[in-house]
């Protein structure tokens, strides 16, 4: 049997006083709509379509897929009248799974569960709550038999004490769904064409309606606030540091640790408080990150620190390296291992070679370190002219005194040393030292200015 997908996001999302379309809010760092379509992609659907609001061309341009198809609905006359722009779709599907955008965390295992209770009938997702103001409330029989869904504007007050919700969430047969939306008509409190209703037709067509309940009912909450949005953010998170702990990751503190993307650890690592993680970000065994720190698109070697307040983009940190605290390093850098990076030191686009140490108080950019190279105190590489980068090179066992400026393009060859304070304009030959300041001299009976003399 062929599955379709609907996934319905053309609402305006006007509780989120936002420009940004309302799907396209980050959890997790990654859009809601985008939650959805991963999590219906697991499915392997044969068709998937979004519906998508007027002027909503940001969110396709934003998330469009190859198998994706994007369907307008100009005017939001309803859940009804939304899932019928999706029909032309759908010809080739014999089921059709209905899904929202701003559901995030519905899981698939919940949406597998409903597929496999449903078979080829009605399918329905419900939850209990205790407080079901605001939801569609599911009206059942005597027997316990699912008769229809009334919306909570429309409901009577006896209907209002009902706590089974309707999530949003069905599978129904394809054919009879085209011809249930055709006959919905909005003679309802909201003037709506409600999907909902096609509820009532099945089972007036003496259809069974099968209920699923998902995993946990956060699963159907939807977000339609900042603040709702801040609190599933809060259950993502707790979700994927409780993942990440079975898999033996040790989180000083879960409630303050935050993935945005995709993390891949190897084994003991260790995360203290505030730790942020973005993007592809892979750990080695034995990497230790310590608290505030920041990473973002890194690969990580096994036995690495890297102490507090760092902050890590786009690089590569070999094995046994030591990082921090209070060290950037910008895109483009690798430390091929046993690094020492210090406190204050900045790294952009550059390699530094093994066991090579830039300990305090540095900036390196767009230079290529050998190794065993020791960089002094404050020394700056000048890689930028006011027009052009130029590349330093500072080749194996080279020291570089303290405060030195090596201005690129130029070269500080193997086992050379350079005097601290020194200004390198021009290239420093292999195993001598180069020296380029004034010489000190000292002006003798030279009197310090007094006040009052
Ligand atoms: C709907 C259900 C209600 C259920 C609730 C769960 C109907 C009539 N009611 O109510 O039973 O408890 O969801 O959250 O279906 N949308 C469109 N086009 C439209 C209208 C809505 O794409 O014309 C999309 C919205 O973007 C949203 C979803 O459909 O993602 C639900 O719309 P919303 O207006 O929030 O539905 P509710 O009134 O909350
Ligand atoms: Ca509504």
């Not at 801040?230 to 879960?254: F, S």
């Amino acid at each position: 049997m062929k599955l379709g997908i609907v996934i319905l996001a053309a609402g305006q999302g006007t509780r989120m006083k936002s420009r940004l379309p309302k799907v396209l809010h980050p959890l997790a760092g990654k859009p809601l709509l985008a939650h959805v379509i991963d999590t219906a992609s697991v499915l392997q659907p044969d068709r998937m379509v979004v519906v998508y609001g007027h002027g909503g061309e940001q969110v396709r341009d934003a998330l469009d897929r190859p198998g994706l198809q994007w369907v307008e609905q100009a005017e939001q006359l309803g859940t009804g009248h939304a899932v019928q722009q999706a029909v032309p779709a759908l010809q080739d599907v014999d089921r059709v799974l209905i899904l929202y955008g701003d559901v995030p965390l519905m899981r698939a295992e919940s949406l597998k569960a409903l597929l496999n209770n449903s078979g080829s009938g009605f399918g329905l997702m419900t939850v209990d709550l205790d407080d079901p103001t605001g939801y569609g409330r599911i009206l059942r029989d005597e027997r316990g038999r699912v008769q229809g869904i009334v919306e909570q504007k429309d409901a009577e007050p006896w209907q209002l004490e009902i706590g089974e919700i309707n999530t949003g969430i069905m599978l129904v047969d394809a054919r009879s769904l085209e011809n249930w939306l055709e006959r919905l008509t909005p003679k309802n409190a909201q003037g709506e064409y409600y999907l909902t209703d096609i509820v009532s037709l099945a089972v007036a067509e003496g259809m069974e309606i099968q209920v699923t309940q998902p995993g946990d009912p956060v699963e159907a909450e939807g977000v339609n606030s900042r603040s709702q949005l801040a609190a599933l953010e809060r259950v993502y998170q707790r979700w994927q540091a409780n993942a990440l702990m079975d898999r033996g990751v040790t989180l000083r503190d879960p409630a303050r640790f935050d993935l945005r993307g995709n993390l891949t650890t190897g084994m003991d690592v260790s995360l203290d408080v505030n730790v942020l993680l973005e993007g592809e970000v892979v750990l080695g065994d034995n990497v230790s990150i310590g608290a505030n720190t920041v990473l973002r698109n890194v690969r990580v070697a096994d036995n690495v620190l890297i102490r507090e307040n760092c902050v890590i983009e786009d690089a590569i940190i070999g094995p046994d390296s030591a990082i921090g605290p209070f060290s950037r390093i910008r895109p483009g850098t690798e430390l091929v291992g046993g690094a020492h990076v210090g406190n204050f030191v900045e790294i952009k686009n550059s390699s530094i070679g093994l066991g090579s140490k830039v300990n305090h108080l540095t900036y390196i950019g767009d230079t290529s370190m050998g190794a065993g190279v020791n960089i002094g105190a404050g020394t700056i590489t000048c890689n930028y002219d006011g027009a052009f980068k130029h590349r330093t090179v500072i080749e194996d066992n080279a020291f570089i005194g303290s405060n030195a400026a090596l201005v690129a393009p130029v070269t500080v060859g193997e086992d050379a040393t350079i005097g601290a304070g020194s200004v390198i304009a021009r290239d420093a030959p292999a195993a001598e030292l180069t020296v380029a300041r004034s010489k000190q001299v000292t002006i003798r009976g030279w009197k310090r200015p007094k006040k009052g003399a």
